[in-house]
């Protein structure tokens, strides 16, 4: 999930400035879980979106090769309801990753992020729980006016919030497979928001896997 330097709808659905709003398209027939726990199970890399997953370097030019901070991943509070409908909680299994930046003299910072990063996802009301390989790679371009360009490859788990949600018609957490473009941008109150999604290969619902 992409951390920046702006509000991202996950922080501010965390403090209560979103307003819950259920998705209507949790898909919850048993096909659907069969399909997703299959994809699970082979999955080779799994990148994570909504806001960066390593901060931007400040400085002008390579910052060298650091590991990222995926500490945020262990939530046992959960992603707030707006996210899904109804919490659901992380955990932090292992955390390999590893990025190497590049700043250019007008702010743009590019990253790759490689390595080893799982993670497991529960909806603590019914217990239904599941366990993500999410180990990249990934590219992130982060702009100076708060624009994020991501590209993941293999398997991408992306999180929106409800505005997010409305701009790209997607649920709160998407497992998505191939090659994933996620472009972002913060709205007139510095949160910052999803614009447009794309995948080439399946498009899955978590949030309805683990409703």
Known sequence: MPRADRTTEFDAAAAGTVAPARSGRCDRGRGTRSLIAALLVTATGVAFANGAQAAPSPNHGHSGRVEVDNSRWDNPEGFPPPICGFTVTSRLVSSKEFSDSTSGADGTTTERVTGKLIIDFENPANHRSLRVNASGPFTQITHPDGRIEFFGEGRSINVFGPRSQKATNRPGIVLSTGRTVLLSSP?????????????????????????
Do not use: E, N, P, Q
């Not at 910052?192 to 409703?211: E, N, Q």
């Open 187 to 211: 709205d007139r109150d510095g949160v910052l928001v999803h614009r447009s999604f794309s995948a080439t290969g399946k498009v899955i619902d978590i949030c309805g896997f683990l409703a």
